[in-house]
C-alpha cells in the first residue's frame, strides 16, 4: 500500500448504530488529520493529530471521537449520528519538518446516516 | 470575512486549451503558503502546486503553474493543454505560518468545477 488509506470506502449506518473510519498512512509522516466534507460547503477540519497528541479538535460534536494509537493510523469512532453527519470524510497526513507542509490525502469515506 | 476566495462555482475548457481557475486570499501573517487541490468524482484531494509567500517565482509543476501576485492578494491556477482527466473539482488553500506548530492548518475555498470538454 502506499500513500493514504482510508476504510471502509462507503458506509451506511443509522442513527443508534456504532461504527468506526480508518485510516493509514504509509508516507512517514508525523501529522494527521480529519475533514469533513458536505455538499456545498468548503472542506471543514474536524480534528489535527501530531505525533499521536492532539493538537486541533474543531469545536466537533461528541458524537466523533478520534483516536491515533501511532503516528500511522487514525480512526473517527461515531456512535449516534445525525443525518446531517452524512458526509465524505477525508483523512490526510503531513510531515512538520519544515517546507511546504502539503497534506496528503486519502480517498475519503462516503457516510450516510439513515 | 472569507480567507479563501474562488468565484467561479464552474468553469468548462476546450480541450487543449488552458484555462484559469482564481483564488484570492486573506491574510495578516508575512509568512504563508497556497496550495491548489485536485478533487475528482471518486473523492481524493489530490495535491497539485504550492507557492510560499516568500517564493520569489511563481511555482510550476508539469502542466500547472501558479500566478502568484502577491500584492493583490491572488494565487491563480493555469492548466495549460488540458486534457479529458482535468475535469474535476479544484480546491485554493492557504496555510497561515502562525499557525505552526507541528502541523499543517489548512483553510480551503469552496472550489472550482471544471469541465473539459472534446
Known amino acids: 500500500e502506499t500513500g493514504v488509506t482510508q476504510t471502509p470506502r462507503h458506509l451506511v449506518m443509522g442513527m443508534t448504530n456504532k461504527k468506526s473510519l480508518k485510516c493509514e498512512q504509509h508516507l512517514g509522516h508525523n501529522a494527521m488529520y480529519w475533514y469533513k466534507q458536505s455538499a456545498k460547503k468548503p472542506l471543514e477540519l474536524m480534528f489535527v493529530?501530531?505525533?499521536?497528541?492532539?493538537?486541533e479538535n474543531n469545536s466537533v460534536p461528541s458524537r466523533f471521537s478520534p483516536e491515533c494509537p501511532n503516528s500511522s493510523h487514525l480512526f473517527l469512532h461515531l456512535h449516534t449520528l445525525q443525518p446531517e453527519d452524512s458526509a465524505l470524510y477525508l483523512c490526510a497526513s503531513s510531515q512538520d519538518t519544515g517546507g511546504r507542509y502539503e497534506q496528503y490525502f486519502g480517498p475519503g469515506t462516503r457516510l450516510t446516516v439513515t | 470575512a472569507q480567507k479563501i476566495t474562488q468565484t467561479q462555482p464552474g468553469m468548462f475548457v476546450q480541450e487543449k486549451e488552458a484555462v484559469t481557475l482564481d483564488c484570492t486570499y486573506d491574510t495578516s501573517d508575512p509568512s504563508y503558503g497556497l496550495f491548489w487541490y485536485k478533487q475528482p468524482s471518486s473523492g481524493e484531494m489530490i495535491f497539485l502546486i504550492y507557492q510560499g509567500s516568500y517564493d520569489q517565482q511563481n511555482a510550476t509543476e508539469g502542466r500547472y503553474s501558479l500566478n502568484f501576485q502577491k500584492a493583490r492578494k491572488s494565487a491563480n491556477l493555469v492548466i495549460s493543454a488540458s486534457q479529458l482527466g482535468d475535469s474535476a473539482m479544484y480546491f485554493c488553500?492557504?496555510?497561515?505560518?502562525?499557525?505552526?506548530?507541528?502541523?499543517?492548518?489548512?483553510?480551503f475555498g469552496a472550489g472550482t468545477r471544471l469541465a473539459v470538454h472534446p
Open positions: 493529530y501530531n505525533f499521536k497528541e492532539q493538537t
Open positions: 488553500a492557504m496555510r497561515e505560518d502562525r499557525f505552526s506548530g507541528g502541523y499543517n492548518k489548512l483553510i
